[in-house]
């Protein structure tokens, strides 16, 4: 089974258009709150501690981020920017499933892209957007098992991932 079902490549062109419309309106310093906080756990690396507001998976992606050859609050603002783009792309795919029809999510999804919280968050150090990334992809797993009928187990082979379809002695 194929992604791009009929050679829709309308995600790829959503992740496209939203970078590099993100990429030239992104933040290009540190903001305040919870923006400089981040960056200082990422620049401390800390990602395990006892302190308030740790987020571990946005701290580890950051720190890969920050190997960007670009200063730590833009290379920390464009991870931001990159799984807003991403989340964009699977909520393409998201509505186009629920819709059926590809120009409503194609639309649909240009419009979140440029809806006013959504866009702040997009061009700014923030954990939202690594949040909404991680929940449209988990929701666009649960409808395509849904939608065919077949529930999908992850197991693990060596250092892969494989899924197979569940069964009931599982």
């Known amino acids: 089974m194929s992604l791009f079902k009929n050679k829709d490549y309308s995600p790829i062109i959503i992740f496209i258009l939203t970078f590099l419309f993100y990429l030239k309106t992104l933040a290009p310093t540190f903001l305040w709150s919870d923006s400089s906080k981040l960056c200082l756990f990422v620049k401390n690396k800390e990602i395990f501690s006892f302190s308030h507001g740790i987020h571990p998976a946005h701290t580890i992606l950051g720190i890969l981020f920050s190997y960007l050859p670009f200063d730590l609050a833009y290379s920390q603002n464009l991870m931001s920017a990159f799984f807003s783009s991403f989340a964009l792309a699977l909520f393409y795919l998201l509505c186009r499933e629920l819709i059926g029809s590809p120009r409503v999510a194609f639309i649909t999804s240009l419009t979140l892209s440029v809806s006013h919280t959504f ?33 999908y187990i992850p197991i693990q082979s060596g250092h892969r991932f494989r899924f197979k379809p569940a069964t009931d002695s599982d």
Request: a positive charge.
């Open 119 to 151: 866009w702040l968050y997009s061009v700014i150090n923030e954990t939202y957007s690594l949040l909404i990334f991680s929940l449209t992809l988990i929701l666009l797993l649960g409808i395509k098992a849904t939608s065919s009928n077949k529930m």
